[in-house]
DNA sequence: TTCCAGGGGTAGA
DNA sequence: TCTACCCATGGA
């Protein structure tokens, strides 16, 4: 068992249970015992188990291994989940904003703030496009079999397997992609990012650290096959960046009853702006908000 | 049968 | 920049 700090305030379970990733393969959420898990190869070889729980000052975090893994092995554990949970991330200024706004004062005493994510980019934003234009219900399905059908199980658990890498969806035939897999027609999408990246032509994880501004990442993200306005404000929340707002359905009910009642057309563009003045937490501001009152 | 879901690509204006 | 149209999948 090894513990993990994060910065204060802290809580293991908003952030597990920001948003829907929890529910998605890898990672799974075990509601009785407030634990995360997630099936994770190291790259050092050994394909694992992290269960993570909340622990006093962070997250308590238990490795499960057929094999011995290394001090290196270790320190890789602590860098993803460091990454998938935000653990060093600040919240301060925008705890200070949600204490302005009654729709919002949950934030600081739930200590809200912020969105699971997975260890790579890659994984992000194929999970990205399966969330387009679908069911959440089928999102599931679609994640669910693409990790079971492409990458290597877990061999203390054979059913649980690891995010298929870039260079095992590279080889795949779209029509596996498309019948089995059965991901519509997200296939060519999902095959062209994984042999871009596989190839090396394209550097996804380099994005997650990157300086660029946020404008020109946007860009860069709405460049990749598959990728509209929404997925990119999708993924650059998921990159940190919360100043753009995911306009999705879901998103163009809630806002358009609570500020446009009776308004018939409300376009994409007026959707956003109600949130405009929350500047650079936008995002944030939009997730938390508490529609019902 | 038809509609639509946490949209995106493309063509054409 | 905006709109119309097409794109697959499966549940209601």
Known sequence: MILIP????????????????????????????QELTR????????????RMAGAKGGVAVEVESAVEFTEAGLAQVREKVSWMLR???????????????????????????????????????????????????QTKGMVARLV?????????????HVFPTPAQIAPVDEEFLTQQVRLGYRS???LELAR????????LESWKHTDM??????????????????????????????DCLAVDSWARKVIGQRFFPGKERVSDREIAAVFDRWGKWKFLAYWFYKWET
């Open 6 to 33: 994060a910065r204060e305030p802290f809580s293991f379970v908003a952030a597990a249970r920001s948003h829907g990733w929890c529910r998605l393969a890898p990672f799974a959420w075990d509601d009785e015992h």
């Open 39 to 50: 099936i994770e190869q190291l790259e050092s070889g050994p394909v694992v188990r992290l």
């Open 87 to 137: 653990l060093d991330e600040d919240f301060s200024e925008f705890h200070a904003l949600c204490r302005t706004e009654a729709a919002l004062a949950q934030v600081v005493e739930k200590k809200q703030g912020r969105l699971l994510r997975s260890p790579t980019l890659f994984e992000d934003v194929v999970k990205t496009i399966l969330t387009t234009n679908t069911t959440w219900s």
């Open 148 to 160: 079971e059908m492409l990458s290597q199980p877990f061999s203390l658990d054979p059913a649980a």
């Open 188 to 190: 060519s999408y999902v």
């Open 196 to 203: 871009r990246v596989a190839s090396g032509e394209l550097d």
């Open 213 to 242: 501004e946020t404008d020109k990442l946007r860009r860069q993200l709405k460049a990749l096959k598959g990728v509209g306005d929404y997925a990119a404000a999708n993924l650059l929340m998921l990159l940190g960046r919360y």
